[in-house]
């Protein structure tokens, strides 16, 4: 490992007690609450069920997040690697499937070459994947009645790369100095036209109905990370009925919502947005993450506050009434955007290849996002909340899982990374089983370095499926470099 990746905080593996994780916590100033000892199956609050409104039944507290495989085929259709990855998610006991996947909804927007897209002719893919979860999870569990699945619909947007791994092929809706820097756009790059985002909307819409055709209780129109949907939230410098005012911002939403509503009755949908956004992070000459020089008040970052590295929630608490106006239930809440500061998204000890080091303790990254978590589920208990940023808790993810969920600090514990390595975790904990510490995510993101470098992604240390590919191999080399 270069001098550049070593980490300079305390591994969590190393915290093996609880006095050790709580004087841990206390030595970096970071207030994030777990229970000490677990409660047995009978008691556990992993559990319990959720009644949504519409009368659907969710079975536990366990959530799968939306994670981009990168290895369905060019034409957009599920490769066996995409089936293995959710036939993982469904045998895992999570009883909460949020989209398996991010699904484009036109070829143009697509996040890579081998992005799965939705459109008419892949209709049965679609309609074999869920069937297949179904089965699976009726094998496994002998029940699917209170299984709730959904299909995450997104486009790329900044973030675009069609047609080769290395080229990016960005649909911007606004000039951003910092990240147009960033990806090499010049500062008359064109922006999407409005006659082009009345198009998009209406394929959003006809993905939306075929999803409900192939079966899916829900869909999720992706608002988080920096990509299209998270943008269009912080086009306040756009001109035109998409950008300005709150309302413009939110009309890209609101109007897939009547569609869908008009053309698709009867399908639920969900919305997974970052509740609050940062300045863009560069690394400095130690190659630790620093925020990006901006003069004056930070105008990019919705939730954000005006420095660029704080919270400010007023138009995200905007944007949940919207949504509790839209009869949007099903609501998860992440932050920030992998592409420029990991840090406070997916928390982790080691950085991808296009990343930095972390400049604060992961742990706190972690109790950032629980925090502001917990604080819209008080604000809003209307709502079904599902969190995020657990994985990098490791072993002490129950813990911190049950006092949230004792503590109605959230509905859902939603897990991503952690579910590549250790797919069963869900049924461990619901079955109070002693965590298997060779399957635990460590945060070595490879699941992201191998991506970012053109191949799929999945968990080459600890996966012993993806640990015998050849792209193992190739990893190994990048990582060295």
Known sequence: MSTKHKPKFKRIAQLKTAPDFREYLKSIDVNLSFDETLLPPDQTPYKNSFLLKSGRNIGNRFCILPMEGWDGTTDGRPSEYTKRRWKNFAISGAKLLWGCEAVAVRHNGRANPNQLLMDASRLDEYKRLYDDLITQHQEKFGKTDDLVIGLQLTHSGRFCKPNDQKKMEPQILYHHPI?????????DYPHMTDDDIDRLVEDFVKAAVLTKKAGYHFVDLKHCHGYLGHEFLSAR?????????????????????????????????????????WIPFVPNEEYVGIPATFQGDYPYAFGGSVTGTGQDLTETYKFLKLLESLNIELVCITA???YYNPHIQRPALFPPSDGYQPPEDPLAGVARQLQVTAQIKKDFPGLAIVGSAYSYLQEWLPHVGQHVLNNNMADFIGLGRMVLSYPELPEDILANQHLKRDKVCRTFSDCTTAPRNGMISGCFPLDPFYKALPEAIRLKEIKKE
């Open 179 to 187: 990240l147009n820097k960033k990806f090499g756009l010049p500062d």
């Open 237 to 277: 410098t756009r001109e035109g009925k998409y950008g300005g005012s709150f309302e413009n911002r939110t009309r890209f939403l609101t109007s897939i919502v009547a569609g869908i509503r008009s053309e698709a009755p009867g399908l639920e949908i969900g919305v997974r947005f970052s509740a609050f956004d």
């Open 336 to 338: 920030g955007s992998p």
